[in-house]
């Protein structure tokens, strides 16, 4: 597997919903930059060496639908992080965003809708073995009946029931 961290841009004007944002992901093991700036979107470097762009908006202004679509042009993948009206909103405009999250939010949906997108087009990914109800990867077999994780000796890892729901999130590609 490719030891090349995922590149995220954090774009907030919100200090304090950018640096919670920026904090998730560092700590989940992301290469993240995080700006206040809606103009660096729109620069062709910035776009080139990220692979995700999560808009988190304070509201929704007459620019934002264009901008998400350029982003999502750009980048290829954007999340967008907002209160429930924006998000509807948004979604009426049919801004091309790939995942939305209302806020508020938790970790764990921040973190599954990024492995989401991360995973779908990404050949760097740990190797997926699918037998029944096991899947295996780099020596470690998940049992999802069993909700059960076992490391390359067989012995069992104890997980809390966010950490097991995340690893099926972050293994299992959505459709």
């Known amino acids: 597997m490719s030891s090349i961290k995922p590149s995220i841009l954090v774009v907030s004007p919100d200090a304090k919903l950018r640096g919670h944002l920026a904090g998730i992901l560092a700590f989940a093991g992301y290469s993240v930059t995080a700006t206040e700036s809606f103009d ?3 620069q062709p470097a910035t776009a080139g060496n990220t692979d995700l762009v999560i808009l988190a908006l304070a509201g929704l202004d007459d620019t934002v639908p264009a901008l998400a679509r350029d982003v999502a042009q ?6 967008v992080v907002a209160e429930p009206s924006a998000i509807a909103r948004l979604t009426l405009l049919d801004s091309k965003v790939d995942a939305y999250i209302a806020k508020p939010f938790t970790e764990f949906q921040l973190l599954a809708q990024v492995a989401r ?3 779908r087009g990404q050949s760097g990914r740990a190797e997926l073995t699918r037998a029944g109800a096991f899947l295996a990867f780099e020596g470690f ?4 009946p069993g909700h059960s994780l076992f490391n390359p000796g ?4 104890e997980l809390t029931r966010a950490e097991f729901a995340l690893l099926v999130a972050l293994l299992i590609p959505a459709p």
């Open 40 to 42: 660096s979107l729109r």
């Open 74 to 79: 750009a980048v290829g993948e954007l999340i």
């Open 117 to 119: 997108l991360l995973g």
């Open 141 to 144: 077999t998940l049992d999802i």
């Open 154 to 157: 067989g012995q069992e890892v």
